[in-house]
């Protein structure tokens, strides 16, 4: 069978000459109402320049993958994600979905293996470019359009990743704190591989020793990342701080106030706010206004007050 949902279209721009891509490029074919895939090219040849000047000359700016080849072409991707962001070879709205989907395949990638140090070096690169990208895209509300609103722990972490740095952008932080907060956000609930999918993905209310489990996910997240290495001390105050609360009443150490390290109260902050506003198996996405509305009455001094109305006022100027 050949049928369109089994496909799906690849920018031709993001095609780099004679390169390999790893998973079979086709060419849509309309015939009247039908339409076909052509094998344009096989996963083991690189596309040479003659055969994209063939294309481009026929206007055609788009190639289709099997939808199962999605991660084989994200990898494929993910090292050119500089090249395609400094040439502008695609639009900046296509860039944020290029960044975001690049993340979520990290983000599975570590998840399945949190102990390989491998992705380290992915995840700098990914925050650096994500960086590269808000500074030219003015319209942050274009790329918190991106996000996903279904929450899973990888889009969870990468949503909070881009907020992060998109706050971090409206504090007028340096690049250099803006790089290793993302690097901490993005690893922030590292340590739930640690944790039993059982209670991971329990609907119902967690019982007190479930809790007590899934509390666990900070301080095994710290022990992974630095068993890990190559992590810069500061991208672990999110990792470690981000369930401390300003009253004292959050985990694990329950540090009060000024303990508390800047990026640990940026990542509090965020990783409730993209909770409350995505959908969980046991309640709808609040709109920003209703999430910001029970972070202020429910969670009462939680949240460091200045930073809180910051980002208020950042989420408003977003709109
Ligand atoms: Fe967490």
Redesign the pocket.
Known sequence: MNTSDEYMPVPLSTILVDTIIGCDLYIKNCEGDEIKYVLFCTGINAVGQDKIDGLQKHNIENLYIHKSDHKVYLKYLEPSLKKIIKKNIISNTEQVQVAYNIAKNIMEDIFNNPRSGVYVERVKDWVSNTIDIIIREKSASAIIKMLSYDYYTYTHSVNVSVLGLLFSRYLNMKCEDMNALGVGLLL??IG?TQVSSQIINKKGKLTDEEFGEMKT??VSGAEILFHVGGIEDVAFFPVMQ??ERMNGKGYPNGLQGNAIHEYGKIAAII?VYDALTTRRSYSDARNPFAALKIMRDEMRGSFDEELFIDFILFLNQVK
């Open positions: 922030h609930d739930k996910h900070v981000h369930h990783d």
